[in-house]
């Protein structure tokens, strides 16, 4: 069990080894005796510094990032040992593979404070080098892009075959269907629209003839009423003979031959 556990934990260490070394400036002589190597971790803005002396003694130190440009990161500003006004940057320069320091200090005129650099820049140049964030960064881009349009093109097939199914329902649901329209053609007095049966019954036999003919004509024998009604289609308020108003009805419907 012991061992399993070992395994697991070196397992995550050199997990986080990796991604901690996804990007660095390596084996960077900074003068005769002190080199660097510098271990970038954009994801928390933080460069892991490592200095070591020609007489083996280590040090190590947490620097925070203020800016990461396509080519360059640069730190934030980092207190010198020099004088309470006086501090540095330094920036990892991916074109040249170097680290590039530079110190300034803090003058005071009147109620203004000025900073201004205080000597040349140092350059340190470095043996090992990864630094493609803007590559990988273009990529990710790209992959995203490419992700958004998969994604898109997805939706847009999904809302297509939404669609058909959506038609083919509706086909499916019209197969057979068809609409069948009857007109009467005799006057009928309006107070006798309610009892007026024999006019009705007459068109709805009008309606059940022209329904079967529809439906032999597709080959099919059969029909059943999907829905009917009788309504008024034509109203004459003077009519030549009497007084009264009097209408026309018709009869309309939908039907499916079987």
Same mark, same amino acid.
């Given at each position: 069990?012991?061992?399993?556990?070992?395994?697991?934990?070196?397992?995550?260490?050199?997990?986080?080894?990796?991604?901690?070394?996804?990007?660095?400036?390596?084996?960077?002589? +900074?003068?005769? $005796?002190?080199?660097?190597? *510098?271990?970038?971790?954009?994801?928390?803005?933080?460069?892991?510094?490592?200095?070591?002396?020609?007489?083996?003694?280590? &040090?190590?130190?947490?620097?925070?990032? #203020?800016?990461?440009? !396509?080519?360059?990161?640069?730190?934030?500003?980092?207190?010198?040992?020099?004088? =309470? #006004?006086?501090?540095?940057? *330094?920036?990892?320069?991916?074109?040249?593979?170097?680290? $590039?320091?530079?110190?300034?200090? =803090?003058?005071?005129?009147?109620?203004?404070?000025?900073?201004?650099? #205080?000597?040349?820049?140092?350059?340190?140049?470095?043996?090992?080098?990864?630094?493609?964030?803007?590559?990988?960064?273009?990529? !990710?881009?790209? !992959?995203? &892009? @490419?992700?958004?349009?998969?994604?898109?093109?997805?939706?847009?097939?999904?809302?297509? @075959?939404?669609?058909?199914?959506?038609?083919?329902?509706? /086909?499916?649901?019209?197969? @057979?269907?068809?609409? $069948?329209?009857?007109?009467?053609? !005799?006057?009928?007095?309006?107070?006798? *629209?309610? *009892?007026?049966? %024999?006019? =009705? @019954?007459?068109?709805?036999?009008?309606?059940?003839?022209?329904? +079967?003919?529809?439906?032999?004509?597709? /080959?099919?024998?059969?029909?059943?009423?999907?829905?009917?009604?009788?309504?008024?289609?034509?109203?004459?308020?003077?009519?030549?003979?009497?007084?009264?108003? %009097?209408?026309?009805?018709?009869?309309?419907?939908?039907?499916?031959?079987?």
């Amino acid at each position: 069990m012991k061992k399993i556990l070992a395994i697991i934990l070196l397992s995550l260490s050199f997990c986080n080894l990796v991604l901690a070394e996804s990007y660095y400036f390596k084996k960077c002589l +900074l003068n005769e $005796v002190v080199s660097a190597n *510098y271990l970038i971790n954009l994801e928390n803005k933080i460069i892991n510094v490592t200095l070591e002396s020609s007489d083996g003694k280590i &040090q190590k130190i947490e620097d925070k990032i #203020d800016l990461i440009e !396509k080519d360059k990161i640069i730190t934030e500003k980092i207190k010198s040992s020099k004088s =309470k #006004d006086s501090f540095f940057i *330094y920036f990892l320069d991916a074109k040249t593979e170097s680290v $590039v320091r530079q110190n300034y200090i =803090k003058n005071k005129i009147g109620e203004i404070n000025l900073v201004k650099p #205080d000597g040349p820049k140092k350059k340190s140049y470095c043996a090992d080098v990864k630094a493609d964030w803007d590559e990988v960064k273009k990529k !990710k881009v790209i !992959k995203k &892009q @490419n992700e958004e349009k998969i994604k898109k093109k997805k939706e847009e097939e999904e809302k297509r @075959n939404k669609v058909k199914l959506k038609n083919e329902k509706q /086909r499916e649901e019209s197969k @057979n269907k068809y609409k $069948v329209s009857i007109a009467g053609d !005799k006057w009928v007095k309006l107070s006798k *629209y309610n *009892y007026e049966s %024999v006019e =009705k @019954n007459k068109l709805i036999n009008a309606f059940n003839k022209k329904a +079967l003919e529809i439906c032999l004509s597709n /080959r099919l024998e059969k029909f059943t009423v999907i829905k009917k009604k009788i309504r008024i289609i034509e109203t004459d308020e003077t009519p030549a003979f009497g007084t009264e108003t %009097v209408i026309k009805i018709g009869i309309n419907g939908i039907i499916e031959c079987k």
